[in-house]
């Protein structure tokens, strides 16, 4: 399964929705953890900071970026 966020919404999160993604707008330390479970990788844009609190979730999980 795949899943991420983005600042806003957009047609290409849509487009990753209909295809089956697990989207969310906005950044929240929560969004890394679904139903439970952790992701095996994140990724992320270069354009994303080290204070994101998604980033900063995947790090105190020690989730491979």
């Known amino acids: 399964k795949v899943s991420g966020s983005d600042i806003s919404w957009s047609q290409k999160l849509e487009e990753l929705q209909r295809a ?35 980033v900063i979730a995947a790090q105190e999980l020690n989730i491979p970026m």
């Open 20 to 54: 089956g993604a697990v989207v969310y707008v906005g950044h929240q330390a929560s969004q890394i953890q679904r139903d439970g479970k952790v992701p095996d990788h994140v990724v992320l844009s270069s354009s994303i900071p080290c204070t994101n609190e998604e």
